[in-house]
């Protein structure tokens, strides 16, 4: 799975993580998709009321031991929140009526929380609070929160992150607070075309250039052409796999470009080049000098 995501350092206030939400929910929603996604946000504490907590989890689950399923048996001492994101339907069942985190939280967590839930209103940003979103690593702290949504299938949390103030310490460092965010490009994908998003068509190359030899100072004047032109706004493609000329223009009508050039020794001593319109409207000899520019007039 691919994903990108947004890491914020420095910060641990409750603005800060609303800002970190808000560059997710502000993606979603330029998207069109801010009615299809549904915010999760919980407080899973600090390492103080985490500690209390833990012993009330723990005491609860030794009761339904037997009816666990293996895994949660397994890590029951070590890791006893990760019961809330079993899969088993009878570990759910018995996470239903656990105790929640977020009725165990210490002063300065619950505060915070507090904080986070009146920034988001004031955002405008709708939320809904599940006790039940952990997290299986002990560097999380506080904050955690997934976008989710019922549109591509049982995998719908497309968003996920959190508070991770622990990290930095725990890799050798002095502490520091730190919040971000994934999110998975494919599961976005999936929730774009569910929500029959249309995506705009790929813009045509403008111009493709070619190489008319294999002689290295056309290679780097190309590389250089090629850039100046990016750098002008100019959308192009050039050879790079060492092809015929013939074959560099039956690609260069693949692509659909509206001009091409074909760069050679002799188009380099002479200082000019032939720019074929590929949309059967002639073409126009251009100067290598300043070829960006001019090119960028007759658009």
């Known amino acids: 799975m691919h994903q990108f995501g947004v890491e914020q350092f420095g910060a641990g206030s409750a603005a800060a993580d609303a800002e970190i939400i808000m560059i997710g929910y502000e993606t979603f929603r330029r998207f069109g998709l801010a009615e299809t996604l549904t915010l999760r946000l919980n407080s899973i504490g600090c390492p103080d009321c985490r500690k209390i907590y833990r012993q009330k989890l723990v005491a609860y689950l030794e009761e339904h031991k037997s009816e666990l399923c293996p895994t949660c048996q397994e890590r029951m001492y070590r890791n006893p929140m990760r019961v809330f994101d079993c899969k088993s339907e009878i570990c759910q ?6 105790p929640y985190v977020t009725d165990n939280l210490c002063d300065d967590c619950a505060t915070h ?13 709708p939320f ?3 006790p039940t979103i952990v997290r299986g690593l ?6 955690v929160f997934e976008f989710v949504t019922s549109t591509i299938g049982a995998q719908g949390t497309v968003c996920g992150g959190g ?26 994908l999936l929730t774009l075309e569910a929500a029959g998003f249309k ?17 290295p100072e056309v290679d780097v004047f190309l590389t250089k052409l090629a850039s ?22 039956k690609y260069a009508d693949k692509l659909g470009v509206r001009y091409a050039a074909i760069i050679g020794p002799d ?32 658009l």
């Open 199 to 215: 995506f705009p068509a790929p813009a045509p190359v403008t111009i493709y250039l070619g190489a008319a030899s294999d002689d």
């Open 228 to 249: 100046e032109l990016r750098v002008a706004g100019i959308s192009v493609d050039r050879d790079l796999m060492g092809r015929s000329v013939k074959a560099q223009m």
């Open 128 to 130: 809904v609070v599940d």
């Open 113 to 125: 929380f507090a904080a986070l839930q009146e920034s988001l209103k004031v955002l405008g940003i």
């Open 267 to 298: 188009e380099l001593a002479k200082g000019t080049v032939q720019v074929r319109d590929m949309k059967g409207e002639g073409g126009m000899e251009l100067t290598l000098d300043n070829f960006a520019a001019k090119l960028k007039e007759c």
């Open 163 to 188: 508070r991770y103030d622990g990290l930095i310490e725990e890799l050798g460092g002095d502490p520091l607070p730190g919040i971000g965010f994934g999110l998975g490009l494919e599961r976005l």
């Open 138 to 143: 002990d560097y999380y702290r506080g904050t």
């Open 93 to 98: 069942g018995i996470a239903k009526d656990a």
